[in-house]
């Protein structure tokens, strides 16, 4: 590994810092369960009945209480203004606006080509790739539920058991967490690419060919081509859960707090 001092090698150009030049500008106290950002700088929490928005100053802009929904325990807010909610147990995608109003459903029990669909994300182009356990496969998927491309099978590609618990699109590739931390890499058209075995603590964040990741009260980078790790300086992380960067902003979750740092 090498120490790597921050050129913001992912969502912001021309820019170094060291850990000292991190400024904390925001404690938000929440127990939040989950907590993801957009491109935008924004960030949302799961929390109790709630899904809450904030803007990259860490200030509240709207909330939105989904509790006739059942359980969420993940979104994504790949796109902005169309921030994704998937819940595998009743098989549905619905989106929300940017003020998290509902904006759209769909049903995927209706579905029959779609197999059984267990993960699901935003793509690039505002449509979804799901991920099809019964026949271990990636279909794409537009706004209407419509079969838009299907990734070969890699139930003969990959070795490992798979228990997968995150689905991430970016512009270049598709990004599927297993339950060990193995990322599995998948090109734009839902084919099987290569494997990463990662001890990552909780999600990860990826971007065109880097994924940023938080494990032993570290902050990594690698790099899918060449697979080279490295590591990024930050402010104290000990005792944090997730980590996430935008738009010169450092989010970091601890148990009962959101910090939100400048840089």
């Known amino acids: 590994m090498r120490l790597l001092v921050i050129g913001c090698w992912l969502w912001v150009s021309s820019c170094t810092v060291n850990a000292q030049q991190f400024s904390l500008i ?28 904030y803007n990259s100053d860490g200030d509240s802009l709207c909330s939105y209480n989904y509790k006739n929904l059942g359980t969420i325990n993940y979104l994504d807010a790949t796109d902005p203004f169309k921030v994704m909610l998937f819940q595998p147990e009743f098989l549905k ?38 991920y099809d356990q019964q026949n271990q496969r990636l279909i794409k998927i537009d706004q209407k539920g419509n079969i838009l491309l299907t990734g070969n099978s890699f139930n003969q590609l990959i070795d490992h058991s798979l228990n997968p618990r995150l689905l991430v699109a970016t512009d270049t590739w598709l ?18 690419y290569r494997n990463i075995p990662l001890i990552v603590t909780g ?12 494990k032993e ?3 990594y980078t690698l790099d899918i081509d060449t697979g080279k790790e490295s590591i990024l300086e930050t402010p104290e992380l000990t005792g944090t859960s997730a980590v996430r960067m935008e738009q010169h ?7 009962n707090a959101l910090e939100v740092y400048s840089f």
């Open 203 to 214: 999600n990860f964040q990826a971007t065109e060919n880097r994924i940023l990741y938080f």
């Open 26 to 53: 925001k404690t938000i106290p929440t127990t939040a369960k989950f907590f993801t950002t957009d491109k935008l700088g924004n960030f949302y929490t799961i929390e109790q009945n709630e899904i809450r928005k």
């Open 249 to 255: 902003r450092l989010y970091v979750k601890k148990a």
């Open 93 to 130: 995608i619905r989106t929300l606006d940017s003020r998290l109003n509902i904006q759209g459903e769909i049903d995927l029990n209706y579905f029959n080509d779609l197999g059984l669909p267990r993960l699901a994300c935003v793509t690039d182009d505002g449509n979804f790739w799901i």
């Open 217 to 219: 009260n570290r902050l």
């Open 175 to 192: 990004m599927m967490r297993n339950a060990d931390s193995t990322v599995y890499i998948f090109d734009k058209f839902g084919n099987y």
